[in-house]
């Protein structure tokens, strides 16, 4: 799972860079995407803990 997300973080990036010319709102796109995603993944994870 992390390795498809990585590929899928870096065809993000790829694809502004092509496209746009500005691979650095795909990079910050990609970083905030992922902080986001698991933090999600920790708060549920946390949840979980302490009702179970």
Same mark, same amino acid.
């Given at each position: 799972?992390?390795? @498809? +997300?990585?590929? +899928?973080? &870096? +065809?993000?990036? @790829?694809?502004? $860079? !092509? @496209?746009?010319?500005? $691979?650095?709102?795909? *990079? /910050?796109?990609? &970083?905030?995407?992922?902080? *986001? @995603? $698991?933090?999600? !993944? *920790?708060?549920?994870? *946390?949840?979980? /803990?302490?009702?179970?």
């Amino acid at each position: 799972m992390a390795t @498809f +997300l990585l590929l +899928l973080g &870096i +065809l993000v990036i @790829f694809i502004s $860079w !092509k @496209f746009y010319n500005d $691979w650095a709102s795909g *990079l /910050a796109g990609f &970083i905030y995407g992922g902080i *986001l @995603f $698991w933090s999600i !993944k *920790l708060f549920i994870q *946390l949840i979980k /803990a302490l009702f179970t």
